[in-house]
């Protein structure tokens, strides 16, 4: 299986030490996250757009939530898989949240709850 090479490295939450010495413990400490940006070669709309798909929403509750209709919901979906080379929305939503573009458990406005 191959993965969809992502434009921006992928970030973490934790940070290994500088060097493990043997016998020594390997102790992982917490670090926090840049707060997550906009990639640089999307629009504000189309990282609206992507927000929203990460957080499921299918593109008619897109349409709706961002007052556009159906064709732009789908154009802005068709220039995002071109600009960030996936292959289809499923790797759109994997490079969201593997970039730290989208933050699990940090949902903005309303539409689907998490459950």
């Known amino acids: 299986m191959s993965t969809m090479p992502t434009p921006y490295p992928r970030r973490t939450r934790l940070e290994p030490p500088p060097a493990p010495t043997p016998g020594r413990r390997v102790e992982l400490r917490s670090v926090p996250m840049p707060p997550p940006e906009r990639p640089s070669r999307v629009s504000q709309r ?35 898989l071109a600009k960030l080379g996936a ?12 970039t730290g573009f989208v933050v699990p458990g940090q949902l903005r406005g309303s539409a689907r709850p998490v459950a």
């Open 87 to 98: 292959r289809d929305r499923v790797q759109l939503v994997v490079a969201a949240y593997e």
């Open 46 to 80: 189309e990282a609206e757009v992507l927000r929203l798909l990460a957080r499921g929403l299918s593109n008619a509750e897109i349409g709706g939530e961002l007052y556009i209709s159906l064709p732009t919901v789908k154009s802005h979906v068709a220039s995002l």
